[in-house]
């Protein structure tokens, strides 16, 4: 027994916590466009109905949460050479690769067929992500038991989850766009990005395998149970109901979040090109809450923290609603071939006399990165063939000397961002710590009971995440649905209104409600020490 769990207080070294860290990017190759583009994607390229898409979303992903548990009961009954959890990286990569990429097809079908189409592969997709994802989870409670460790491998983890998220949504619409010879709405685009990121992903989670080591494991004296044992023991264990319900409501509120970013820009902001920019400061926010998370909870107890923190972006969010309309567009994403444009409306002002004006398009080089080029029209008025997808600005040198670009940002974008960065960064101490406290419930429930579950513990959690990513996909498109939305069409009124409280208010009242329900867990750090203490001289 001594070998078996002699280091499980081991001190992780950086190879171990970047090459698990880098098993989180390669999952985020998937997680991150499904979180932000799939729901955009479903409606604006493949063609289905906002209220299809919605029932359609709901039922995979339910389907998909009920897979957790039998996953977990599973993982935690395999027995091989690598270990409980490491082998899944290497077995599933593949099939998931393959399903990754016809989720993304849009083949010529009819609107019954492009709904069978979708069901078929997108559950295909989310069972191949629960057979890789739910081992991977569960192998972070198994490399060490020292708490520090987990808080520093966690946060590890999550800079590398979310810099993978920064470059998928930097990148996802550019790339989309690259491959979709210039249209970004193209289906051949969309298909081709998937391709280039379920590649990369089945490579990092190759490397996760080779770099870890699984060191706890189960006493060899522990009873045998059934899954449905292990799930009576977490459902009778007050911290762990507490995180289920925390990661329900988060999950609600960062799909909302992140699947209505693309319509608030579209249909509200009305600057598409903004869109990689805003999802990808997003991430790198997320990113610079998590490099902190582990630093932060040397000091202050981890609920303690959280509470806080979901108070601060429910302040934040319930703002940003009150962030208004620009009050011009300054610059314009051109969406159809033929397109008169007026440096008046561009600009928010009128023409006036002696006024001189240089009209330029924007070429792409990389996310931010743009090159605007000049065009040869000097008058007010810009007549273009074959402009769509091209994104134009106007400079006006006026007869006094004055010069105004339209392609400053307004102050309301610039207030979008910064709200947008400010609460990107509170959220992003929550999963680097949430996961540690899930380990820690791990081994809550081996000193309460006697028995070790961790593929249990941490897939009863994801269920709830996945069925609170249900919810927010299946409520935004609900609402869109209830409101008139209608694909490729400007809106107006409550359909408008909808958009913006999606991304604004509603995921603030839901972080306010999640900051809530941490009141009730009772697994301080503290209590946690002394139950390592305790586990180790049973190990021992």
């Not at 309309?325 to 023409?351: I, R, Y």
């Not at 994104?391 to 910064?418: C, N, Y």
């Amino acid at each position: 027994m001594t070998s078996r769990n002699s280091d499980r207080l081991a001190k992780l070294t950086w190879r171990e916590r970047i090459g698990y860290g880098l098993g989180d990017a390669g999952f985020n190759f998937y997680w991150a466009i499904i979180g932000s583009y799939l729901v955009f994607f479903y409606t604006d390229v493949f063609g289905i109905g906002a209220a299809a898409a919605a029932t359609m979303i709901t039922v995979t992903k339910v389907i998909d949460a009920i897979t957790d548990p039998i996953m977990g009961g599973i993982a935690d009954r395999t027995n091989t050479r690598w270990g409980k959890f490491r082998p899944y990286l290497l077995w599933g990569a593949l099939p998931m690769m393959g399903a990754g990429i016809l989720t993304m097809s849009t083949p010529e079908l009819d609107d019954t067929g492009k709904l069978i189409w979708a069901y078929a592969s997108y559950c295909l997709l989310m069972l191949c992500y629960t057979v890789l994802n739910m081992p991977y989870n569960s192998l972070s409670a198994v490399l060490t038991a020292d708490t520090q460790e987990r808080n520093k491998l966690n946060s590890t983890r999550f800079f590398f989850a979310y810099f993978a998220s920064i470059f998928v949504g930097a990148a996802t619409p550019e790339l989309a766009e690259y491959f979709g010879d210039g249209d970004r709405y193209s289906a051949r685009g969309w298909q081709m990005t998937m391709v280039i990121y379920s590649i990369i992903a089945s490579c990092l989670f190759v490397v996760t395998f080779l770099t870890t080591r699984e060191r706890i494991q189960p006493s060899l004296t522990q009873e045998k149970t059934n899954p449905l044992s292990d799930l009576k023991d977490l459902f009778t264990c007050r911290p762990w109901l507490v995180l289920f319900v925390l990661a329900l409501v988060f999950m609600i509120t960062m799909t909302l979040r992140g699947s209505s970013a693309a319509y608030y820009f579209r249909y509200f902001v009305e600057r598409p090109d903004l869109l990689g920019n805003y999802i990808g400061l997003q991430m790198a926010g997320l990113m610079v809450g998590a490099m902190f998370a582990s630093t932060v909870t040397k000091y202050i107890d981890k609920r303690k923290l959280m509470m806080s923190l979901l108070c601060v972006v429910a302040i934040l969010s319930i703002a940003f609603t009150f962030v208004p309309k620009p009050h011009s567009n300054g610059v314009l994403d051109v969406a159809s071939n033929e397109v008169q444009l007026d440096a008046g409306t561009l600009l928010g002002q009128p023409h006036a006399e002696g006024d001189t004006y240089q009209w330029l398009r924007h070429d792409k080089i990389f996310w931010i990165i743009k090159e605007r080029v000049p065009l040869g029209e000097t008058g007010p008025n810009l007549n273009l063939a074959d402009a769509k997808g091209q994104v134009i600005s106007v400079i006006r040198t006026g007869a006094d000397g004055s010069v105004r670009d339209s392609a400053e940002l307004p102050k309301e974008i610039i207030w979008m961002f910064a709200l947008n960065i400010l609460i990107s960064i509170a959220l992003g101490f929550k999963p680097p710590i949430t996961w540690a406290m899930y380990a820690d419930v791990a081994d809550y429930n081996e000193w309460k009971n006697g028995r070790r579950a961790t593929g249990m513990t941490f897939a009863a959690t994801t269920f709830s995440q996945k069925i609170g990513s249900a919810i927010g996909s299946a409520l935004m498109l609900s609402v869109l649905a209830v409101m008139g939305y209608q694909a490729g069409q400007m809106q107006a009124g409550a359909s408008l209104d909808s958009i913006v409280y999606m991304q604004t208010l509603v995921p603030g009242l839901f972080a306010l409600l999640t900051a809530l329900s941490l009141v009730f867990y009772n697994l301080s750090d503290a209590k946690v020490e002394s139950i390592q203490q305790d586990l180790e001289a049973r190990h021992s």
